[in-house]
C-alpha cells in the first residue's frame, strides 16, 4: 500500500464527484450498509466530537445500544445522525484522517448529502424546511412595497414571532434577518447608471459581483461595501443581468431537482463572462463554494460549470491575488486597532488560506486574532425550534473567545454566522463583516 493511502499519509485530501446518477444512488439497502461502514469507522476514530452535533448524536445512540457498536443502533435512527449534519464540511477537510485518498475513502460529509437526497425523494421534508430555503422566492416577496414592512414587523413583534413558532416551528427568539428596500441590486445598477465614463473605465481587472440572496434582499450594506473596495482598488465591476439563488440551501435540504434547476439558470450567464475573463466575486462564503466545489462535483462532465469554478473568487482572495501583483491600494486611512475575527467554515474548506486575516494586517496599527470554531447557525439550522439549542452551544467557544480579547471590532466573513455570534454575545458590540472593515480603514464613506 502506498503511504498516501495510509492513515497520517502524505496525500492531500482528494473529492470525487457525488454520483447522484449512479445506479444504486437511490438504493436505500445499500444507503444504510454505507451509513453503516461510515459510522462504524466514525465511531471507532470520535475526532470529530466537538464540531456539530451529528457526532454526539451518533455515539449517543452507539453507547446506549444493546451492543454499544453500530450494529446495536436500529437503522430507522440512522436520520437522527443525517439532521444534524448542516454540511459544514469541516470534518472532511480539518479532521478526518480517513477521506480519500485513504483506502477507507470516507466522505461524511457527502454521505450525509446522499441520505438527505434520499430523504427528500422519499418526501420527508417539512414544509417549513421548503419554504425557508426558497431565498429567492421569500426575498423578492419581502421587498415588496407594503409586504416588505409587515414582514419586518412581525420579525421584531413577539406575538407575531410566538404564532411563527407554533406554525412553522421557526424559535421565537432565533434571530430573523430584517428585509431591505431597495436591494443591492438596484441600487447598484443606479450607481453604474450614474457613473461617469472615467468612473466606469477601470483597468485594474474586472469583476461580475453575484450579489447572492443574503446581500441583496437582506444586508446590502455588505455587497455595497465589496463595490467600495473594487471600485477603490481600480476594478470595474457589473452585475448579472439576472441572478438566481446559488442552490446551496436547497442542496443543504437535499433537493437535487431545486440544484439542477438553478444551475442551469445561473451558469450559462456566468459561463460567458468567465470566458470573456471577468473573475466572479460573491461575499458570502457558501454562494462562493457552491460554484466552486459543490456544483463541480455534481455535474463533473459540464466543461461551462468547471469554467466559472475557476473564475469564482473569495473577495479577499481576489484582493490577495491583487495585493500579490502589486495592484493593492495600501494607503489606508484609520486603523482597526484590535479585530476578532471568525472564520468561516465554507470559507475555510475553500482551501484558499487566511486571506481575509493578511488583507486586514495590511492596516496599519491593526491586529487581528482568528477563531476557527463553527459558528453553528448554517443559515437555516440556527432559526428552527429543535435545533436552536445546539445551534447555541456549538457558537459558545467562539463568543467566549471575543470576551477574552475584548476586541474594537469583531466580524466574520459569514453574514448570518456574525448575527449570530452577535445575538449570543449579547453586548451592545456588534458584527461588522470585513468588507465593512477594510471600507473604514480606506476612509470610504458608506
Not at 443591492?184 to 457613473?195: I, P, Q, V
Not at 448579472?240 to 446551496?248: F, I, L, V
Not at 442542496?251 to 450567464?269: F, H, S, T, Y
Not at 475584548?406 to 458584527?431: K, M, W, Y
Request: proline share 5%.
Amino acid at each position: 500500500m502506498s503511504d498516501e493511502k495510509r492513515e497520517g499519509g502524505l496525500g492531500a485530501p482528494t473529492r470525487y464527484p457525488l454520483g447522484q446518477h449512479g445506479e444504486k444512488f437511490y438504493d436505500k439497502q445499500d444507503l444504510h450498509k454505507e451509513l453503516e461502514r461510515v459510522y462504524d469507522i466514525c465511531h471507532g476514530c470520535r475526532r470529530c466530537v466537538s464540531l456539530c452535533n451529528s457526532f454526539p448524536t451518533l455515539f449517543d445512540l452507539v453507547d446506549e445500544s444493546d451492543t454499544m457498536e453500530v450494529d446495536g443502533v436500529a437503522v430507522a435512527d440512522y436520520q437522527k445522525v443525517v439532521d444534524q449534519c448542516y454540511l459544514c464540511d469541516l470534518c472532511y477537510l480539518t479532521k478526518c484522517p480517513y477521506v480519500p485518498p485513504h483506502e477507507w475513502n470516507l466522505d461524511f460529509p457527502h454521505l450525509m448529502l446522499r441520505a438527505k437526497i434520499v430523504n427528500f425523494e422519499d418526501g420527508n421534508t417539512k414544509f417549513r424546511d421548503r419554504l425557508i430555503t426558497s431565498t429567492d422566492m421569500i426575498g423578492k416577496a419581502a421587498t415588496l412595497p407594503v409586504i416588505n414592512t409587515i414582514v419586518n414587523a412581525v420579525t421584531n413583534n413577539k406575538t407575531a414571532r410566538g404564532a411563527l413558532e407554533k406554525t412553522l416551528e421557526i424559535h421565537q427568539d432565533a434571530w430573523l434577518p430584517a428585509y431591505s428596500r431597495p436591494t443591492l441590486r438596484t441600487s447598484l445598477a443606479n450607481a453604474f447608471e450614474s457613473a461617469t465614463p472615467d468612473e466606469a473605465a477601470r483597468d485594474n481587472g474586472k469583476v461580475v459581483l453575484f450579489t447572492t440572496c443574503y446581500c441583496n434582499f437582506n444586508e446590502p450594506a455588505i455587497g455595497d461595501s465589496l463595490y467600495k473596495v473594487l471600485r477603490h482598488n481600480n476594478v470595474s465591476v457589473s452585475l448579472m443581468a439576472r441572478e438566481h439563488c446559488c442552490g446551496m440551501p436547497k442542496l443543504e435540504l437535499g433537493d437535487l431537482k431545486a440544484v439542477e434547476m438553478l444551475m442551469q439558470r445561473n451558469i450559462p450567464e456566468l459561463y460567458q463572462k468567465a470566458m470573456e475573463g471577468w473573475s466572479i466575486l460573491a461575499a458570502v462564503p457558501s454562494c462562493v463554494l457552491m460554484f466552486k466545489q459543490e456544483l463541480p462535483l455534481l455535474y463533473p462532465d459540464d466543461e461551462r460549470v468547471q469554467v466559472v469554478a475557476r473564475a469564482f473568487h473569495d473577495p479577499f482572495e481576489y484582493l490577495h491575488k491583487l495585493h500579490k501583483a502589486g495592484k493593492l491600494n495600501t494607503q489606508f486611512k484609520n486603523s482597526l486597532g484590535n479585530v476578532s475575527y471568525h472564520v468561516a467554515c465554507h470559507q475555510r474548506v475553500q482551501s484558499i488560506g487566511p486571506r481575509t486575516r493578511q488583507i486586514l494586517e495590511l492596516v496599519p496599527g491593526t491586529t487581528v486574532k482568528t477563531i476557527e470554531r463553527c459558528s453553528g447557525h448554517d443559515g437555516t439550522y440556527a432559526v428552527k425550534k429543535e435545533s436552536r439549542a445546539f445551534a447555541n452551544k456549538i457558537v459558545a467557544p467562539v463568543v467566549k473567545q471575543i470576551k477574552q480579547q475584548a476586541p474594537d471590532h469583531f466580524g466574520s466573513d459569514c453574514p448570518v454566522a456574525g448575527r449570530h455570534i452577535e445575538t449570543n454575545l449579547a453586548t451592545d458590540q456588534v458584527h461588522e463583516h470585513p468588507l465593512q472593515l477594510l471600507c473604514k480603514a480606506y476612509g470610504i464613506e458608506e
